[in-house]
Nanobody, 114 residues
Framework: HVQLVESGGGLVQPGGSLRLSCAAS????????MVWYRQAPGKERELVAV???????KYAEPVKGRFTISRDNAKNTVSLQMNSLTPEDTAVYYC????????WGKGALVTVSS
């Protein structure tokens, strides 16, 4: 049974930083595309950042230049470094894994507020 478990969420002030991690229960290999999504209150889930097995990355426009996605296949983890956070970044952040099958984590809440 494949599990994805997010951690690192919490409350941060505007302008602050957080680092989310996603731990996989099975080995993350090069065929896995890993993605971070988020869902803000009252809004639809949206893609935040993607990293392919080859290490190529893509970001949603609102987070470009502020967020960085990375992966460590040896540790079966994917991370999302979030800097210069704003209240608009407040959301539940979900880890997503695709390798022909789809897996979702349960999410980690990030609240940006003073």
């Amino acid at each position: 049974h494949v599990q994805l478990v997010e951690s690192g969420g919490g409350l941060v002030q505007p302008g602050g930083s957080l680092r989310l991690s996603c731990a996989a229960s099975t080995s993350i290999v090069t065929i896995d595309t890993m993605v971070w999504y988020r869902q803000a209150p009252g809004k639809e889930r949206e893609l935040v950042a993607v990293i392919t097995g080859g290490g190529d990355t893509k970001y949603a426009e609102p987070v470009k230049g502020r967020f960085t996605i990375s992966r460590d296949n040896a540790k079966n983890t994917v991370s999302l470094q979030m800097n210069s956070l704003t209240p608009e970044d407040t959301a539940v952040y979900y880890c997503y894994r695709y390798n022909g099958m789809v897996y979702w984590g349960k999410g980690a809440l990030v609240t940006v507020s003073s």
